[in-house]
Nanobody
Framework: QVQLVESGGGLVQPGGSLRLSCAASGSIFSINAMGWYRQAPGKQRELVAAITSGGSTNYADSVKGRFTISRDNAKNTVYLQINSLRPEDTAVYYC?????????????WGQGTQVTVSS
């Protein structure tokens, strides 16, 4: 059974930084694209950043220059470095990944980690 487990969220002041991690576990054959999404109260879930297995990245315009996505393929882990945090970055952050395992090839989601930006 494949699982994605996120960590690293919390309460931070405006201008601060956080590093989110998301580790995939289970009988995994390969992981293709991985990404981070976020959902603020009353809003739809939106893509924040994504990274391919080869390391190509793309970002939402609202986070370019402040957020950096990376991955460690040996650890089946994706990271999101968040700098210069703003109150509007407050949301639940979810990771997802396209994983091929013994059960087939599916998109998996983590449980989410809360990021709150407030003074």
């Amino acid at each position: 059974q494949v699982q994605l487990v996120e960590s690293g969220g919390g309460l931070v002041q405006p201008g601060g930084s956080l590093r989110l991690s998301c580790a995939a576990s289970g009988s995994i054959f390969s992981i293709n694209a991985m990404g981070w999404y976020r959902q603020a109260p009353g809003k739809q879930r939106e893509l924040v950043a994504a990274i391919t297995s080869g390391g190509s990245t793309n970002y939402a315009d609202s986070v370019k220059g402040r957020f950096t996505i990376s991955r460690d393929n040996a650890k089946n882990t994706v990271y999101l470095q968040i700098n210069s945090l703003r109150p509007e970055d407050t949301a639940v952050y979810y990771c997802n990944a396209h994983i091929t395992s013994v059960g087939g090839s599916y998109i998996y989601w983590g449980q989410g980690t809360q990021v709150t930006v407030s003074s």
